[in-house]
């Protein structure tokens, strides 16, 4: 009887690691690594709905998608959506945008009413690091446009 029931134990424990969440990518990050927007503040008013997103990271450095090298990723800017999944690559479509060329400042156009901001720092393969890093989501409001006076 010993010997099925060790069987079943691990089998069990194989169960269980092969169904347990995976959190996080691969790739480790420093714990006191933060990342945190800049500009524009949260509840801000965005006349017009182009910003420019100040991207702000301590601790932690920045270096082109497909550039491993450690203690870096490049910023991703997610627009009125959740976090996505920590495992897997970050999508890559009007809702999770990719800065791979490593840039520090994101231009963005909003259209009119009111936006969910936040940032997703992403390894060389665009998957979260370990644990993963990330922003608090902010809000911002662009009105709604009452001329059309500017071209
Ligand atoms: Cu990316």
Redesign the pocket.
């Known amino acids: 009887m010993k010997l099925p029931s060790k069987r079943l134990a691990a089998a069990a424990l194989g169960l269980a690691l092969l169904s347990g969440p995976a959190l996080a990518g691969d790739t480790p990050r420093p714990d006191n690594a933060q990342l945190y927007i800049i500009w524009p503040k949260d509840g801000r008013a965005i006349p017009g709905g182009k910003l420019w997103l100040r991207l702000g990271l301590k601790n932690f450095g920045v270096a082109p998608?497909g550039i491993e090298r450690a203690n870096t990723g490049?910023h991703?800017v997610i627009i009125n959506a959740p976090l996505p999944a920590f495992d897997e690559?970050?999508p890559?479509d009007r809702n999770h945008l990719?800065?791979?060329g490593g840039q520090t400042e994101a231009r963005i156009q909003l259209p009119p009413g009111r936006h969910t901001l936040q940032l997703l720092m992403?390894d060389h393969n665009?998957v979260p690091h370990d644990p993963p890093l990330f922003s608090e989501r902010i809000t911002v409001i662009v009105p709604p446009l009452v001329s059309q006076s500017k071209n």
């Open positions: 998608a490049h991703h690559e970050i890559n990719h800065f791979g992403g665009h």
